[in-house]
C-alpha cells in the first residue's frame, strides 16, 4: 500500500469514527445501556448475595463476607461490561446496512475498509468509556483494587484487547443480520458466556460439566487475568491464554467480517 493510498484509508477511518461517535452522543441510551446492564447485576449480587457468596470464598479473598465478593466480583463485572458492548456494535452495523447510508457511501470517493474500521474502534472507545463507568460504581460501593500503575496500564491493556476481538466478531454478528431486532439478539450469547465462566463464583465450585466448561471458555482467563491484576491473586498461565483468545477472536472476526462486508457492498 502507498504512503498516498495510506494517508487516504487513515483519513476515511477517521471520519468514519467521528460519524459513530457522533451517533453515540445523540443517541446514549445503547452506550449508557451497555453500562447499567453490569452495574445492575453488581448492585444486585453485592447486596442480595453478597454476605451468603461471600462467606464461602473464605480466607482466599480477604476472609468471607460482603467486601471480598466484591472484591472477587467486580473484575467479572468489568469484563462483563466488554461482552455487553457486543449488542451496541451489531444493532450499530445492522443499522447501517440495512437503512441505504451503505449505498450512500458507495458511490462515494472513500476507503472500502474504514467503514468497518470506524464502527469497531468508536465501539471500542464507547466500551471502554462504559468500564470506566461500572469502575466507578464499584469504587462508590466498597472496591478497594491494589494494583500498581503498571498492573492498572496492564488490565487497562487487557480490556482494550477484550473489547477489540469481541467488537470485530459483533460486527460481523451485525452484518450477517436481517433486522435490528435479529441484531439485538445475536450477541446474546457473547454477553451469556461470562455467566458460565468464574465471574461470579470460582469455576472449581461447579458442577464437573460446567466446571470444564467454565475453564476452557474465553472469558475464564480474561477475568482471573482482570481479577489478578486489580486484587494480586494468581494470575498463573491465564495471562497468555487470554492473549490467544483475544488474538483468535479478533482474527475470526476481522475476517469474516471482511468477507461479509465485501460480498455484502459488491451486489
Keep these: 500500500m502507498s504512503t498516498l493510498t495510506l494517508t487516504h484509508a487513515v483519513h476515511d477511518s477517521t471520519t468514519m469514527l467521528r460519524r459513530n461517535l457522533r451517533h453515540a452522543v445523540r443517541y446514549p441510551a445503547v452506550g449508557l445501556g451497555s453500562a447499567m446492564t453490569p452495574i445492575l447485576m453488581l448492585l444486585l449480587f453485592v447486596y442480595a448475595f453478597g454476605d451468603s457468596i461471600g462467606s464461602s470464598l473464605g480466607a482466599g479473598t480477604g476472609g468471607g463476607g460482603r467486601d471480598a465478593y466484591l472484591e472477587y466480583l467486580t473484575p467479572g463485572i468489568i469484563v462483563m461490561g466488554v461482552a455487553a458492548g457486543a449488542m451496541s ?83 460481523a454478528l451485525g452484518l450477517i443480520s436481517k433486522t435490528v431486532e435479529s441484531a439485538s439478539n445475536k450477541p446474546l450469547l457473547v454477553q451469556f458466556l461470562p455467566f458460565l465462566g468464574s465471574a461470579f463464583v470460582p469455576a472449581d465450585s461447579m458442577a464437573p460439566g460446567l466446571r470444564w466448561f467454565a475453564e ?45 462486508f465485501n460480498s455484502t457492498t459488491q451486489r
Design 89 to 171: 456494535t451489531s444493532i450499530a452495523v445492522c443499522s447501517d446496512m440495512t437503512e441505504g447510508i451503505i449505498n450512500r457511501f458507495r458511490t462515494m470517493n472513500i476507503t472500502r475498509s474504514s467503514f468497518m474500521t470506524g464502527h469497531v474502534t468508536g465501539s471500542v472507545i464507547q466500551t471502554m468509556l462504559c468500564l470506566c463507568l461500572v469502575l466507578a460504581v464499584a469504587l462508590a460501593v466498597g472496591f478497594r483494587p491494589d494494583a500498581s500503575p503498571l498492573e492498572w496500564l496492564a488490565a487497562a491493556g487487557l480490556l482494550g484487547a477484550v473489547a477489540f476481538a469481541v467488537t470485530w466478531l459483533s460486527a
Design 216 to 260: 476452557h471458555q474465553p472469558f475464564t482467563p480474561m477475568t482471573e487475568t482482570l481479577r489478578g491484576l486489580l486484587t494480586g491473586s494468581e494470575i498463573g498461565a491465564d495471562g497468555w491464554t487470554s492473549l490467544a483468545w483475544c488474538a483468535g477472536i479478533g482474527l475470526v472476526g476481522y475476517v469474516w467480517s471482511r468477507s461479509l
